[in-house]
């Protein structure tokens, strides 16, 4: 088990993806104010035997005239990835080309507008025009454990950022575990999304899926 700590500071307007070899991760703009979409898609079942991702995303928008949104200067997106080895993660930044700052690996692929990372060992710091890219690994992690579970997700939002998960599975359907109901659509079919409005959250709740396991908690 592999973790990257990642910290990306966006000066304007800007959009970040977070790419993972088993699926994509991205944050994106829609076409409503101070929303934000997150997708998490699975192409296929995974079949390492330790597979979890873990996000924490924590954005404070201002509003623009749609699509575009600006972040001040100053104000940081953090996001913490659990990457299991044998995965690549890829960090793409819109604007700016991609530079790396220190390293000390040679398994790095340095690409325009984005880093490619395959399997790197302790840290690297990069950087771009616009922001700073700083990607860390912490080492002896726990082991989660191995079961059925084939990816984890948990993510961290402000109220007033819409929230929507897509889980792409072969097989089941996706459940949610719920404690304010009327704030969740819910489409019993493989590959359904799951959206949430947190503009109007009460408590806390918790999204499943019976194959392919990808939770999400609001706080």
């Not at 000066?11 to 991205?26: P, Y």
């Not at 928008?61 to 600006?70: A, C, D, G």
């Not at 939002?157 to 792409?168: F, H, S, T, W, Y």
């Not at 659509?185 to 799951?194: I, K, L, R």
Request: with cysteine; charged share 25%.
């Amino acid at each position: 088990m592999e973790t990257r700590k990642c910290i990306i500071p966006v000066l304007t307007a800007n959009r970040i993806a977070v790419s993972h070899a088993a699926g994509d991760i991205a944050v994106r703009e829609t076409d409503m104010d101070k929303k934000v979409i997150l997708f998490l898609k699975h192409e296929k079942p995974l079949t390492f035997p330790i597979d979890a991702i873990e996000i924490r995303e924590t954005l404070r928008l201002i509003s623009r005239t749609p699509p575009y949104y600006e972040w001040s200067q100053g104000e940081s997106v953090d996001l913490d990835i659990f990457v299991p080895l044998g995965f690549s993660v890829t960090i793409a930044h819109k604007q700016g080309d991609v530079f790396v700052h220190t390293t000390g690996e040679q398994n790095l692929e340095v690409k325009k507008g984005g880093i490619t990372s395959k399997g790197v060992r302790g840290c690297g710091r990069f950087h771009t025009h616009i922001g700073d890219i700083a990607i860390q690994q912490m080492r002896d992690m726990q082991k989660l454990q191995a079961s059925v579970r084939i990816g984890n997700i948990q993510v961290e939002i402000p109220r007033g950022i819409e929230l929507a998960v897509m889980a792409k599975t072969d097989v089941g359907r996706i459940q949610s575990n719920r404690k304010s109901s009327r704030n969740f659509m819910n489409q019993e079919e493989p590959g359904d999304v799951f959206s949430y409005n947190p503009l109007h959250a009460q408590g806390s709740a918790m999204f499943e899926t019976k194959k392919g396991d990808i939770s999400v908690w609001f706080a």
